[in-house]
């Protein structure tokens, strides 16, 4: 499904029957074999997201089976996991892109609809602007449809970039594409951020740029949930980590947590996915 800005706006918020849990027991699981998760005591509106029974389902392809957790706002979210595993679909499910799906999804404390769009910023991971465009009218686009948009700090990345206001987007390169569509989503002053392989076509001479941007310009006590496989460059900026896999959440707990078993976000990572996706 291709995104567009004004899909934002055009999702319902439906609701089904959840399924049966079946989520593997696994050694970085919490005590009664539930995926490891901090253990607090949050009071209404501290969550940035609140999943209960969500099962999601491609065909006879069961992507997301019956997960539930809970992510604190004001959070830097690395989502990880193997290529298949559901976190695009999860992404979009957040962002009201996807919505026939079972179990109760809140973002913001806010069921999945207007409010929690009008307040959401996606980044999906194909380009959408048309080819039409100039790069000055995805400025003017975005500024129609998002009263949180911020112009001139859009315009100040667009110099960073070295992106020519008059140029067409059909002119330009992938990676400059994706460029021009971060910048405009992280010109907006959002309470969430939902990046989808922010990095993933970037160049490693541009990622260091486009990683600042994305960790110095977000919206003060936003959360910013980011899907990456490079999680050996990202793992420093996390301060949570939910990692995915055949269709279960595996872990979902505070970096903090995972630093004191002495081993680093990626080696868990390889160990946790390693374990998940082995051959019965």
């Known amino acids: 499904m291709d995104y567009r800005p004004e899909d934002?706006?055009?999702?319902?918020?439906?609701?089904?029957?959840?399924?049966?849990?079946?989520v593997p027991p696994h050694p970085y699981a919490a005590p009664g074999g539930g995926p490891m998760e901090d253990v607090v005591i949050y009071t209404r509106n501290t969550f940035a997201f609140k999943v209960r029974n969500l099962s999601k389902a491609y065909g006879d392809n069961l992507v997301l089976d019956n997960i539930s957790f809970d992510i604190p706002a004001g959070r830097i979210v690395g989502l990880l996991g193997p290529n298949g595993c559901g976190k695009t679909t999860l992404i979009k499910i957040l962002?009201?892109?996807?919505?026939?799906?079972?179990?109760?999804?809140?973002?913001?404390?806010?069921?999945?609809?207007?409010?929690?769009?009008?307040?959401?910023?996606?980044?999906?991971?194909?380009?959408?602007?048309?080819?039409?465009?100039?790069?000055?009218?995805?400025?003017?686009?975005?500024?129609?449809?998002?009263?949180?948009?911020?112009?001139?700090k859009a315009l100040d990345f667009m110099d960073r970039f070295g992106i020519e206001r008059s140029q067409r987007v059909n002119t330009m390169s992938k990676g400059m594409q994706e460029k021009l569509q971060l910048l405009t989503i992280m010109a907006r002053e959002a309470?969430?951020?939902?990046?989808?392989?922010?990095?993933?076509?970037?160049?490693?001479?541009?990622?260091?740029?486009?990683?600042?941007?994305?960790?110095?310009?977000?919206?003060?006590?936003?959360?910013?949930?980011?899907?990456?496989?490079?999680?050996?460059?990202?793992?420093?900026?996390?301060?949570?980590?939910?990692?995915?896999?055949?269709?279960?959440?595996?872990?979902?707990?505070?970096?903090?947590?995972?630093?004191q078993t002495g081993k680093s976000v990626e080696e868990i990572f390889k160990e946790v996915i390693g374990d998940a996706w082995e051959v019965d």
């Open 8 to 22: 934002a706006y055009s999702a319902a918020d439906r609701q089904y029957p959840g399924y049966s849990a079946n």
């Open 191 to 259: 309470d969430i951020y939902l990046l989808d392989e922010p990095l993933g076509g970037v160049d490693p001479a541009a990622r260091s740029v486009i990683l600042d941007i994305i960790m110095n310009n977000y919206k003060e006590d936003a959360t910013v949930l980011l899907s990456t496989h490079l999680v050996n460059d990202l793992e420093t900026s996390f301060d949570h980590v939910l990692m995915l896999g055949k269709g279960s959440v595996l872990v979902n707990t505070g970096i903090d947590n995972l630093r």
């Open 95 to 152: 962002a009201g892109l996807i919505n026939d799906y079972s179990g109760i999804v809140k973002v913001d404390g806010k069921r999945i609809g207007i409010a929690s769009k009008s307040h959401t910023a996606y980044l999906p991971d194909k380009t959408f602007f048309p080819d039409r465009f100039r790069t000055i009218d995805c400025v003017d686009y975005f500024q129609d449809f998002f009263t949180d948009f911020n112009r001139e």
